[in-house]
């Protein structure tokens, strides 16, 4: 089985490499980080015509090869969370190209994965509306399998909800 992990380091994201781990042991699995230039971010954010580039001498080059040079650093460290946990993982690293969703459904397809693994961070409601959700995202334009693992502190939240609402029906 092929699998592809979306990682950013995050704590959820290493809870996700745990349980693929868990769900899937011995399987190939390629730990997707993807990166974006200064420019890019800048522009994303809006912030580039506000003087934020102006701050002083920018070495282009230089910082995105330390962006790069970080993301592959979370790569790395992923793939070895990922051994650890029972798959045979290698590390990958893509330059964001569009969004990050369509990015990794690009990974997907060029690896042929068999399913997609993410974690969640349990954002909802109108944060998650303004926010976007990049597993959202995967999950309804995907064309393979997709793995959501919901964040440990999400679970947390859910099984404390579960318990009040037991206390509240009278049930123990």
């Known amino acids: 089985m092929r699998v592809l992990i979306c990682y950013d380091g995050s704590a959820d994201a290493q809870a996700a490499i745990g349980r693929a781990g868990q769900l899937m042991p ?8 993807i990166w974006e230039t200064l420019l890019e971010t ?3 954010a809006g912030t580039l015509g506000m003087g934020f580039g102006a701050v ?3 070495d ?4 995105d090869a330390a962006l790069e ?3 592959l650093d979370t790569a790395t460290d992923g793939a070895q969370q990922a051994t650890s946990a029972g798959l045979v993982a290698n590390p990958r690293i893509v330059s964001r190209r569009h969004e990050i969703a369509a990015d990794i459904l690009a990974v997907a397809e060029e690896i042929d994965a068999d399913v997609i693994v993410l974690g969640t961070r349990g954002r909802g409601g109108l944060k998650s509306l303004m926010l976007g959700s990049v597993s959202n995202a995967v999950l309804h334009h995907a064309d393979r399998a997709v793995l959501v693992i919901p964040s440990p502190a999400l679970v947390e939240q859910r099984r404390r909800w579960a318990e009040h609402a037991q ?6």
């Open 26 to 33: 011995g399987s190939d699995a390629t730990v997707l980080v």
């Open 42 to 44: 800048l522009t994303r």
């Open 56 to 58: 002083g001498p920018y």
């Open 60 to 63: 282009e080059a230089g910082t």
């Open 69 to 71: 040079k970080a993301a």
């Open 167 to 172: 206390l509240r029906a009278g049930v123990t």
